[in-house]
């Protein structure tokens, strides 16, 4: 039985394109993943060909992880560390961290340092992780973003000063790398290019890995099995479907849990919320997580999976949802969520009438759509989304600060506030629909006002670098943008103070 553990001296030191890269090296590989984690595992998987599982003290404890690994060992088995080797829920070495999970697993561990900015002072970092706990089997070093010659250098500094060897570097190469993306990285099938990524990785490792090296470091012996901690619940749900949101927008399931599920007797039949017109027939309906916001327009126009799950719902059907309550939220309140976004106090007519030949066709066909549901089940159900209209001066900054302001201000939540950047054309006609100016707090924009539509009129900024005043002739273009500039300015000063 061969396998090792990949593990980092911190966050961010590519673990993951570490990983990938020495999965991609071998044969039948069975990846793991230390900790909750949905996305690492999804780049394993793209690489091995194989389901990734998660290896978690602290959800499945020592039988539960040893039964796991054990159970999905194929060829050689690697495990993805988190965060920093000794980081775990708290300051003691049983916390549940990627080297406690190596002492239960009695995995070596393959430590990756970053090279830079040093030179003899690399093999006391390496020390200090040997030494922190004499049970973790630190068994070689991999040295991030170096170059042959430095690889070297440190080597040398390590090897003479720790007794740990030095099995291979990382060169320094932007287009290894996997962008990031708020807490986590990028699903695997989102980066473009990946499959020539990981080729192009798998190559460079190929030169700069000692890999027979690494297979007899992976020897692990022969490993008794455990027992299935589950064993007594064989197929006590027999006979129970269970339709499970699996597409883009939902995608963050353990593989673990899944094939628990069909251990207990239960059958899973996948659906898509995007793409399926109805739900399957089924006894439980599971939502998990993933990125279902950044899908909304595609979830929302399909009307007829919402009618499908709010039916469900309304006959008494189970739902379990995850992440996807985002999702399901805006079903079984009663609201449903679309491309076009209004306020509630408008009517049809008058949203219609601004929207212009752009707008008007495509919220139209949602707004019909929309009423007749509400006509077919006799709900009195409402849009609770508002379009803003942002300034036309603007920038991608301003835009996020008004869509956190309008959110606050109104009390809902940021992804029923829509934000619009109307062109010059349209723009005074729309703008004042927005009841709050963002940047000073004053109501403003009143329908009824007729005064405070033609102040819209008089600020719009033209596509024109610059515009002659009726009066005088005089350039007022730039004047409007550092106007503009001003109030915005106010307006992030108010934030700081409150």
């Given amino acids: 039985m061969k396998g090792f553990m990949i593990a980092g001296v911190s966050s961010g030191i590519c673990k993951t394109t570490v990983s990938m890269g020495l999965m991609s090296l071998f044969e039948n590989v069975s990846p793991f993943k230390v900790g909750p984690d949905y996305i690492d595992t999804t780049f394993h998987q793209f690489v091995t060909g194989n389901k990734s599982y998660n290896l978690d003290l602290f959800m499945m404890g020592e039988e539960g992880v040893k039964y796991s690994f054990y159970k999905h060992h194929k060829g050689i088995s690697i495990v993805e560390g988190v965060m920093g080797l000794y980081d775990g829920i708290d300051h003691s070495l049983d916390n549940n961290s990627s080297a406690h999970l190596a002492r239960v697993l009695d995995l070596p561990v393959i430590l990756i340092v970053s090279g830079g900015g040093k030179s003899t002072s690399i093999a006391a970092e390496v020390l200090g992780y040997k030494m922190l706990d004499s049970r973790v089997k630190i068994a070689s070093v991999i040295i991030n973003r170096t170059t042959e010659a430095m690889y070297k250098h440190y080597k040398e500094a390590i090897e003479k000063y720790t007794g740990v060897e030095c099995i291979g570097y990382l060169p320094k190469d932007e287009s290894l790398s996997v962008s990031s993306r708020h807490l986590g990285l990028l699903q695997a099938e989102e980066i473009d290019g990946l499959r020539e990524k990981s080729k192009h990785l798998k190559e ?71 793409s399926d017109k109805e739900i399957p027939e089924v006894d439980l309906l599971y939502f998990g997580g993933g990125y279902p916001e950044n899908y909304a327009k595609e979830l929302s126009s399909n009307i007829e999976m919402i009618e499908s799950i709010r039916e469900y719902h309304q006959k008494g059907g189970k739902i379990y949802g995850e992440c996807g309550q985002l999702y399901l939220e805006e079903i079984v309140k009663d609201h449903v969520s679309g491309q076009m976004k209004i306020a509630p106090e408008h009517t049809e007519d008058k949203v219609l009438a601004l929207m212009g030949k752009q707008g008007k066709a495509p919220l139209k066909e949602f707004k019909d759509r929309f009423y007749k549901i509400n006509e077919k089940y006799g709900l009195k159900q409402f849009l609770t989304y508002y379009l803003i209209a942002a300034h036309p001066g603007c920038d991608e900054k301003d835009m996020l600060d008004l869509k956190r302001f309008a959110s606050a201000e109104l009390k809902v939540n940021p992804e029923q506030v829509q934000i619009f950047t109307p ?33 819209q009129k008089d600020i719009v900024i033209p596509q024109e670098k610059s515009i002659k005043s009726k009066v005088g002739n005089k350039n007022i273009g730039n004047e409007k943008q550092s106007n503009f500039k001003q109030v915005k300015k106010n307006f992030n000063n108010k934030e700081k103070r409150r």
């Fill in 204 to 274: 460079i490792l190929q030169k700069t890995i000692d890999v027979e090296r690494l297979l007899e470091i992976a020897e692990l012996g022969e490993k008794d099995g455990i027992k299935n901690p589950f064993e007594e619940l064989k197929d006590k749900y027999k006979g129970l479907k269970v339709g499970i949101a699996k597409d883009k927008a939902f995608s963050f399931y353990y593989n673990d849990n899944l094939e628990l599920m069909e251990d207990l007797g239960m059958e899973l039949i996948p659906f898509s919320p995007m």
């Fill in 423 to 455: 062109t010059p054309s349209t723009y005074s006609t729309l703008m004042y629909y927005t009841e709050i100016n963002p940047f000073t707090r004053k109501k403003m924009f009143v329908e009824k006002d007729n005064g405070r539509k033609q102040r």
